[in-house]
């Protein structure tokens, strides 16, 4: 959790292992990943009134649901979800923003429910961090995969 989206240090990190997930199926990804990110969420005090994710909201041009869109959707909606993806989906770019950050010249894809995707971009490149992956993403990222090394 952060105070905002220019913070250079989380407020609190945990990492969780336990909780219920489906193997992973080709083009169903959320359904390995939505349990856990719920039983994380339920263990907060509170909901957090926006969640970032390493992934995307919505997929394709048809209103696909990728990962974010489950997930503000199993919250009610009370959360806005935030997408940062590496990678581009094919289909993606109907709802996706590129972002640049640093000097590189790869984008990010950010999509969003639940916020204006213009507010989630402006949001996105305020991040703290000089370079292409903001540094709480990327400190999130290092917690996850050493909580499964463990």
């Keep these: 959790m952060a105070a905002s989206w220019d913070s ?3 407020l609190s990190e945990f990492s969780h292992r336990a909780g219920v ?4 199926q080709p083009g169903e990804f959320y359904k390995r990943e939505l349990p856990l990110l719920l039983s ?13 994710i ?18 503000h959707t199993a919250l009610g909606g009370t959360s ?6 590496k990678t581009q989906f094919h289909g993606a ?4 923003a590129e972002v640049r950050r640093g000097s590189s010249d790869s984008p990010l894809y950010v ?20 370079n292409r992956i ?17």
């Design 8 to 10: 250079a240090e989380p």
């Design 21 to 24: 997930a489906e193997s992973y």
């Design 40 to 52: 994380v969420l339920a263990m907060l005090p509170r909901k957090p009134d926006v969640i970032v």
């Design 54 to 71: 390493d992934g995307y909201v919505w997929l394709g041009v048809e209103d696909r649901k990728g990962l974010g869109a489950h997930l």
């Design 80 to 85: 806005a979800v935030v997408g940062i993806a």
């Design 93 to 96: 770019s109907y709802w996706a």
């Design 111 to 130: 999509t969003a429910a639940g916020m204006e995707l213009d507010v989630a971009v402006a949001a996105v490149k305020l991040m703290h961090g000089a």
């Design 134 to 150: 903001p540094a709480l993403a990327g400190r999130a990222d290092r917690l996850a995969r050493n909580a499964l090394k463990a």
